[in-house]
């Protein structure tokens, strides 16, 4: 006969705290289906803009590489989020939130500075605004609460 009452469980007992935020994770979700949205809308912006609107010889090429630029600091943003926030490792959260930057200068200048701003790109950018600014303040928090847990 085997006893099992002798050894318990090798996690029997102790508690694991988890530290990571749901809130920042639902955003962080919700801001990679948005921003595909978000690319496929401004493509297709693009795309309308160039066949209507008289655009100088490689300045449209210059708007759409931009994009794609953004695309990829967007991509590598949300991965290191919620691989930090999931991992509860600061340093994916800090590098998430040091990759806002150029994101929040690439929204900006959507919003501001693109040779034609329609009234559609002003909404959809300032909705990515908001998720971005929403994900830095919540990054700093898990930052915050990542660094007050007690080593393990």
Do not use: H
Not at 21 to 33: A, D, M
Not at 93 to 104: D, F, G, K, Q, R
């Amino acid at each position: 006969m085997a006893t099992t009452s002798q050894n318990p469980p090798p996690n029997k007992g102790r508690v694991q705290i988890i530290r990571s935020s749901l809130p920042y994770q639902i955003l962080l979700y919700i801001n990679g289906w948005y921003f595909a949205f978000f690319f496929v809308a401004e493509i297709l912006i693009f795309a309308f803009k160039g066949e209507t609107l008289p655009f100088p010889s490689s300045v449209l090429a210059a708007e759409v590489i931009l994009l794609f630029i953004l695309a990829g600091i967007e991509a590598l943003r949300l991965f290191f989020g919620q691989k930090g926030n999931l991992t509860e490792r600061i340093i994916g959260v800090l590098t998430s939130i040091l990759l806002s930057v150029p994101a929040l200068f690439g929204a900006i200048y959507l919003i501001l500075w693109q040779t034609y701003v329609l009234r559609i790109d002003i909404v959809l950018s300032a909705i990515q605004l908001c998720f971005i600014c929403l994900e830095t303040i919540f990054g700093i928090v898990s930052m915050v609460t990542f660094g007050r847990a007690s080593p393990y």
